[in-house]
């Protein structure tokens, strides 16, 4: 802490503190997020209903999910040798380009199952980025400040919740397939955007040119199989493999709501494909005022207790979802309050947990590992959730209500974890 700290604390907020600690790769790619985070959120709400416009049904969108749960599987082991051999910053850049950019230009021309799932099988390949931006994001930040850096992760996302009026009008004055397809075209320029500003401003990390002259000369099949000894490291450390079942469970959950919910409150509570642009507003702004206002002043434990909280209020929401009278907008509204609040306390710590449960030295190949198991394991729920969609809009918001049960077991089963400040 700075000699002049205790003076001006009461005016520094502990998120402005920690981006000002955390110069360089951190700050970089918090600043950037929105490049992603500002499209992404924008389609999010009317991407099931844009390929159930075109003609695909509810179980083909199960199996597009499944589907493409087994490549990602593949491509995330890759993740972490790429990780390794092409350095942290180069991996992010292959990942941004090819599993975004490319990706959302095959969806914005998409007319058919066989295009949507081209499109989604291309948006694989974000998986090799997925364990290089976790690398680049935290090897240079201080270890006691990754929950906040989470935190801004997370903001960076929500900040572009707030545009999402203007492709809920979009959509009622053009129809959902022209806007939809034009937010993907743009969504491919904003990720090339991105793609330059990290090659540019961000650097490679001391642990990954450790890491890429460690692997120099060392074959890809090589460090396939080292994965065999990597396997038993990981189901030896009982707090990764607690952090790891919440992180599965969440996966599921979240792959189902973005998928279900837009058709669930449109198809069987009968409100109007308009209210979709509102609900992402208000799971932001909820979200936002909770972590910038509120969090900082609640004296919780570092990780259990928010967590065992926030799965306490994404198990009420959607119990709250699954009993709504048709047509009430009241019930949907309840349910975005109490999931945003869930959110906000849940998935900053989640990251944060895996990440500290980690060994430095194999960071890219055990969250490569992390990576592939929870997509894997969480692959068959897709088709599932999907068939169950089929039978009864309700049924697959039940499922999630016994995956948040399951979850706050685990959490009642974890223990704290020391954290330790990075030196000087």
């Known amino acids: 802490m700075e000699p002049n700290a205790a003076k001006t604390g009461r005016r520094q907020h502990a998120l402005l503190q920690v981006l000002a600690n955390n110069k360089g790769n951190p700050r970089t790619l918090i600043l950037i997020e929105p490049l992603w985070g500002i499209p992404y959120n924008l389609i999010t ?3 099931t209903l844009y390929m159930y416009t075109l003609g ?39 990942g941004d380009f090819f599993g975004w950019a490319i990706a959302c230009l095959v969806w914005a021309v998409s007319q058919n199952f066989w295009m949507f799932l081209a499109a ?80 540019r401003f961000c650097h490679e990390t001391g642990q990954g040119r450790i890491r890429r002259e460690q692997t120099r000369g060392v074959s890809v099949l090589q460090m396939l199989g080292d994965y065999r000894q990597l396997i038993p490291s990981l189901l030896r450390s009982p707090g990764l493999v607690k952090a790891m079942a919440v992180s599965v469970i969440l996966y599921i959950t979240t792959m189902i709501n973005n998928s279900f919910f837009s058709l669930y409150v449109t198809q069987r509570l009968g409100l109007s494909e308009n209210f979709l642009a509102l609900f992402p507003i208000l799971n932001a702004s909820v979200m936002l005022i909770f972590m910038v206002g509120l969090q900082h002043r609640l004296h919780f434990e570092r990780f259990r207790m928010p967590l065992w909280i926030g799965l306490t209020l994404y198990g009420a929401g959607a119990l709250v979802l699954i009993l709504a009278p048709l047509g009430s907008l009241t019930a949907v509204l309840l349910y975005v309050f109490l999931t945003a609040v869930g959110a906000a306390l849940v998935n900053p710590r989640k990251d944060a947990l895996l990440q500290l449960n980690l060994d430095a030295q194999e960071r890219a190949r055990m969250n490569a590992l992390i990576i ?32 948040f049960a399951a979850a706050m077991l685990v959490v009642a089963r974890i223990r704290e974890p020391q954290v330790t400040e990075q030196p000087e």
């Open 45 to 47: 709400p009317f991407a």
């Open 56 to 94: 695909v049904t509810d179980v083909q969108i199960g199996l597009i999910l499944s589907v493409t749960m087994v490549v990602q599987v593949i491509i995330a082991f890759l993740g972490g040798i790429l990780t390794d051999k092409l350095g942290r910053k180069f991996t992010t850049m292959l």
């Open 120 to 199: 989604a099988v291309l948006n694989c390949f974000e998986q090799v980025n997925q364990t290089a931006w976790f690398c680049l994001l935290i090897e240079d930040a201080n270890p006691g400040d990754l929950v906040e850096i989470y935190t801004w992760v997370t903001i960076g996302g929500l900040v572009a919740v707030f545009f999402a009026p203007l492709s809920g009008l979009f959509v009622n004055a053009y129809s959902i397939v022209p806007v939809v397809r034009v937010l993907y075209f743009l969504f491919a320029l904003t990720m090339v955007a991105k793609t330059l500003i990290t090659f």
């Open 372 to 403: 592939a198991s929870t997509v894997a394991l969480s692959s068959p729920f897709g088709y599932l959730a999907g068939l169950l969609s089929s039978l009864d809009r309700r049924l697959p918001f039940v499922f999630s209500f016994l995956l």
